[in-house]
C-alpha cells in the first residue's frame, strides 16, 4: 500500500524543511501553499517535492480536503508543518501499512510548547 502525506502552509518557511525531512520516506508529498505566503516555504518544500500548489485559503477544512484530492496513494498521513514524524513511528505505519486493521487511523502526539512538554490540560 502506498502513502501520501499532506502538508498546507502559509510563511512555513523557517519549520516545513525538518517536517519534510521527517517523511521523504513517503510515496508521495503534497504541499498545498497558501497564495499569500511571503517567505521561502514555496522554495524550501520543491527540495523535497515536485507536488507543490499555490491555492487561494478558502478555510483550513477546505484546503486540507484539497490537498488529500491531490493525492495519488492508497493512504492519505496529514501532517501540519511543525509536526515531526519519528523514525519509529515511520517504521510503525509502514509496518501497519502491509497489513492494514483498519480503514483510518489516529496517531497520538506530543505538544511542545513555550519550551516545555505539555502532558496535561487536555492536549
Known amino acids: 500500500m502506498s502513502l501520501s502525506a ?3 502552509a502559509r510563511n512555513e518557511g523557517h519549520r516545513i524543511g525538518r517536517c519534510l525531512e521527517a517523511i521523504r520516506w513517503a510515496d508521495e508529498i503534497v504541499v498545498v501553499l497558501d497564495d499569500r505566503s511571503s517567505d521561502d516555504t514555496e522554495q524550501v518544500a520543491r527540495r523535497y517535492t515536485d507536488r507543490v500548489f499555490l491555492r487561494r485559503f478558502e478555510g483550513f477544512s477546505v484546503q486540507r480536503q484539497w490537498a488529500d484530492d491531490q493525492t ?8 501540519d508543518c511543525d509536526e515531526i514524524v519519528t523514525p ?16 483510518a487511523y489516529q496517531i497520538p502526539h506530543l ?5 516545555r512538554w505539555i502532558r496535561r490540560a487536555g492536549m
Open 111 to 115: 505538544d511542545f510548547m513555550f519550551g
Open 88 to 103: 519509529a513511528l515511520a517504521a510503525e505505519i509502514r509496518d501497519e501499512l502491509s497489513a492494514p486493521r483498519a480503514n
Open 6 to 8: 499532506t502538508l498546507i
Open 72 to 79: 495519488t496513494s492508497d493512504w492519505i498521513l496529514s501532517l
